[in-house]
């Protein structure tokens, strides 16, 4: 593991925020992308983007911090609430931060709510897949060991452990390739996040069962996995309204042609 990449006088560059900053940037380029393709101007997307990546980061913090209180020892020490350099950041704070920032950025665009967050969900899974290998360089959210041939040796760990967090960051990629597809064809608004939250959530419950750190157990489950359950059923819920909505319009996915009608009057 490389926590720390270079040195110079007191200043540390730490490969946590280094590769996490790399993602953020990737990500927030896909949102850009796909919003540029709807014609949408960069001026407006950039606002969107400063307030969803600043309060995404707030959440995500925040959630490492409220959930690992007693284990890292904040109230000792206070002023390590703010040192999430040194690593500390849980990706599913960072979906309810961005939200908020983008239900306040959206109050300065008007554009809808639905149409922003499915640009979100493509710059939340693109980034998310490249920030996951901050984990791996960090040396945390380390998994169960594993006698399997790709097993990592970890710091402070004597055999090898599953790589929970590049089965993560993989899935990540294989979820934004399928989400790219699915925005530039989408018959309405809503399709691509409420497919991110099936896919990502369905990915997240799943990876947990690999994980080795601890963690905070409810119902028998990691903390996470039952979040992943809430964000899974919410996702569900979204996807029917949107399909819903698609029908009432009678919309369908783009690129596509028209179902023959096959009524005796239009025989």
Same mark, same amino acid.
């Given at each position: ?12 560059? =730490? ?6 900053? %790399?993602?953020? %940037?990737?990500?927030?380029?896909? /949102? ?16 969107? !983007? %400063? ?10 913090? #925040? ?24 690593? /500390?950041?849980?990706?599913? *704070? ?10 306040? /950025? %959206? ?26 290998? #901050? ?9 169960? +060991? ?6 990592? =040796? ?42 991110? @939250?099936?896919?990502?959530? +369905?990915? =997240?419950?799943?990876?947990?069962? +690999?994980? /080795?750190?601890?963690?905070? @157990? ?18 569900? !819920? ?13 919309? =369908?996915? #783009? *690129? ?12």
């Amino acid at each position: 593991m490389y926590p720390e990449l270079l040195h110079i006088g007191s200043f540390t560059l =730490r490969s946590y925020s280094l590769i996490t900053e %790399i993602g953020i %940037i990737v990500g927030v380029y896909a /949102g850009y992308r796909a919003a540029r393709r709807q014609g949408v101007p960069a001026d407006t997307f950039i606002d969107l !983007a %400063i307030w969803a990546v600043l309060l995404g980061i707030v959440g995500s913090r #925040a959630y490492y911090v409220v959930v690992n209180w007693n284990l890292e020892h904040y109230a000792e020490e206070p002023l390590r609430v703010f040192a999430s350099w040194e690593g /500390g950041l849980i990706f599913q *704070g960072a979906i309810v931060g961005g939200i908020l920032g983008l239900l306040l /950025g %959206i109050r300065r665009t008007g554009l809808p709510f639905l149409q922003v967050t499915d640009w979100g969900a493509l710059g939340l899974v693109l980034g998310h897949a490249v920030g996951r290998w #901050a984990c791996f360089f960090n040396g945390c959210c380390y998994g169960t +060991t594993t006698d399997l041939p790709w097993g990592v =040796r970890f710091p402070y760990h004597d055999l090898p452990v599953q790589p929970t967090m590049i089965y993560e960051s993989l899935a990540n990629f294989v979820i934004f390739a399928i989400l790219w597809q699915v925005e530039q064809r989408k018959p309405v608004h809503g399709y691509t996040l409420s497919l991110y @939250m099936i896919l990502y959530s +369905t990915v =997240r419950f799943l990876d947990e069962f +690999t994980r /080795g750190d601890p963690a905070d @157990m409810l119902l028998n489950l990691r903390l996470a996995q039952v979040v992943s359950l809430g964000t899974l059923a919410l996702g569900l !819920a979204l996807f029917v309204y949107v399909r819903r909505q698609a029908r009432e319009r009678e919309t =369908r996915w #783009a *690129g596509l042609p028209a179902p023959a009608d096959s009524s005796p009057e239009r025989q």
